[in-house]
C-alpha cells in the first residue's frame, strides 16, 4: 500500500477548468516530485522539491502549470486552463534522500479533460 | 530525443520460461538504474535498482545484466509467474540530481 497520498484519484474538468491535485508525501521524505503518465504510459518529469524549494523544473512557459509544497500543508499540482492533451495520470512520489533517487509513487491522480 | 530506450514493446512468455527485458540510454554519466513495475490502474513500485559499480544484480528470480561500455542493461525474470504480468520500466538517472528519466516500458504477458 502507498505510503504517499494523492487526492483526489480522479478529475474530470472540462476545457478551461482549473484542475488542483494534492499528494502528501511519505513521512519524513523531503524530496517530492511530479510526473505525467499519458495514456502510452510515457512519463514526463514536471518539478521536484527539496521540502518547500524548487529543484528541478520542466520549462513551464505556458504558465498553465504551477505546484508548490508548502510546509505543514499537503504539496499540490495546478493546471489553471485544462486542455484536451493535459488529460493523463499525474503520479507524486517522494524519496527519502535528496539524492539515491528511490522514488515510492502514490496512486496518482487521473485528469480527464473532456 | 528518447534518452533510455526499451525494447520489446510487448513480450509474453510461458509460465516457467525466462523473460528478458532490454534497455539502453544515451547518457554515460548516468549512474543510477532503477526498474519499476507497473500493474493495470495502480503505480509504479520499484522492483530492482543497479549502479555501475556492478554488471549484475539479483534478487530472488529478478537479476539486472549491467554492460557499461555498450550502455545496455537487461532485466531477466526466470521462472516466470503469471503475477509477473506488468509494464515494467526501466529508469536512469544521475545519483545527485535526484529526477528519473524513464523509458517507455515493456508490457510483459505470462501465458499460464
Known amino acids: 500500500n502507498s505510503k504517499v497520498i494523492q487526492t483526489p484519484r480522479y478529475l474530470v474538468k472540462g476545457q478551461g477548468q482549473k484542475a488542483k491535485m494534492r499528494c502528501i508525501p511519505e513521512k519524513g521524505h523531503p524530496v517530492v516530485f511530479w510526473y505525467q503518465q499519458n495514456k502510452n504510459n510515457e512519463f514526463k518529469f514536471l518539478i521536484n522539491f527539496q521540502n518547500q524549494e524548487v529543484l528541478q523544473q520542466i520549462d513551464m512557459t505556458e504558465k498553465r502549470f504551477s505546484a508548490e509544497c508548502p510546509s505543514n500543508s499537503p504539496c499540490s499540482l495546478e493546471i489553471q486552463s485544462s486542455e484536451a492533451g493535459d488529460s493523463a495520470l499525474y503520479l507524486c512520489a517522494s524519496s527519502p534522500t535528496g539524492t539515491g533517487n528511490t522514488l515510492y509513487f502514490g496512486e496518482g491522480s487521473r485528469l480527464i479533460v473532456v | 530525443q528518447q534518452q533510455v530506450r526499451q525494447s520489446p514493446q510487448s513480450l509474453t512468455v510461458w509460465e516457467g520460461e525466462t523473460a528478458i527485458l532490454n534497455c539502453s540510454y544515451e547518457?554515460?554519466?548516468?549512474?543510477?538504474f532503477p526498474w519499476y513495475w507497473q500493474f493495470p490502474r495502480e503505480s509504479p513500485a520499484l522492483l530492482i535498482a543497479?549502479?555501475?559499480?556492478?554488471n549484475k544484480k539479483e534478487d530472488g528470480r529478478f537479476t539486472i545484466f549491467f554492460n557499461k561500455r555498450e550502455k545496455k542493461l537487461s532485466l531477466h525474470i526466470t521462472d516466470s509467474q503469471p503475477g509477473d504480468s506488468a509494464t515494467y520500466f526501466c529508469a536512469a538517472s544521475l545519483y545527485n540530481q535526484g529526477k528519473l528519466i524513464f523509458g517507455q516500458g515493456t508490457k510483459l504477458s505470462i501465458k499460464p
Open positions: 543497479i549502479r555501475p559499480v556492478s
Open positions: 547518457d554515460s554519466t548516468f549512474d543510477y
